[in-house]
């Protein structure tokens, strides 16, 4: 199971872009990198997933290297809302893949400040 | 918007009874969770399921246990509830994409 590293907590302020690197250097060939957002008080959400170069979607983008070692979760111009903790995740998510277990780490508690 | 549900939302109660928390889903998934959180702590996995009859258990040692009888339905139990139960748990069910998330139950055993 890949091991992931990011950061425990960044701080920012509304309108910045946010970028959230998240290193996981074991990864394997059939893994892919999925990240999620999680409020207190509630479960976490599925923000956006990728296996190489790069995914946007309306929330978010997503970077991913060449080499698959790092990701980055990148928010553009955030706001208060987006206040949370975001988790990255790494596995074999298709169906074949059957012996994978979503596991989140600590993540990282980003504060955006007025 | 993920259907997946939890009930009770909210629970308080006393050590030693026997407690069962309830999860739902109506979207078909196969594979479902169990995760135990404590305020701004990591989600530590308790109990999995990848279908009806299959239950194991997490990373994260438990005095739970759970069922998987039907498809849509994994409840987890307490024989007796402990201070040291008081926490989180969130339930979630899996596609072939990405997990969803119940609303969870906060527990509090006094």
């Known amino acids: 199971l890949a091991k992931t590293t990011q950061p425990i907590s960044m701080d920012s302020y509304e309108g910045q872009e946010v970028n959230i690197t998240c290193s996981h250097n074991?990864?394997?060939?059939?893994?892919?990198i999925t990240w999620y957002q999680q409020f207190p008080s509630q479960g976490p959400r599925f923000i956006i997933q990728g296996y190489k170069t790069k995914v946007t979607n309306e929330v978010a983008s997503l970077f991913i290297p060449a080499d698959r070692k790092s990701s980055t979760l990148s928010l553009p111009r955030v706001s208060l809302s987006d206040t949370a903790v975001y988790y990255c995740?790494?596995?074999?998510?298709?169906?074949?893949?059957?012996?994978?277990?979503?596991?989140f780490g600590r993540g990282t508690s980003l504060i955006v400040h007025p | 918007e993920a259907d997946i549900y939890q009930t009770p939302r909210y629970l308080v109660i006393g050590t030693g009874k026997k407690i069962t928390l309830e999860c739902s889903q109506t979207?078909?998934?196969?594979?479902m969770y169990w995760y135990q959180q404590d305020p701004g702590m990591e989600l530590h996995l308790i109990h999995y399921?990848?279908?009806?009859?299959?239950?194991e258990k997490g990373d994260l040692s438990s005095e739970s246990t759970v069922s998987r009888i039907r498809t849509e339905h994994f409840p987890l139990t307490l024989e007796s509830a402990r201070p040291s139960h008081t926490s989180q748990y969130l339930c979630?069910?899996?596609?072939?994409?990405?997990?969803?998330f119940g609303p969870g139950t906060r527990l509090t055993v006094t």
């Open positions: 979630a069910s899996r596609d072939s994409y990405e997990q969803y």
């Open positions: 979207m078909g998934h196969d594979k």
């Open positions: 399921s990848y279908g009806v009859n299959s239950t």
């Open positions: 995740l790494v596995g074999d998510i298709a169906p074949s893949g059957g012996s994978y277990i979503p596991t």
């Open positions: 074991n990864i394997a060939t059939n893994d892919y």
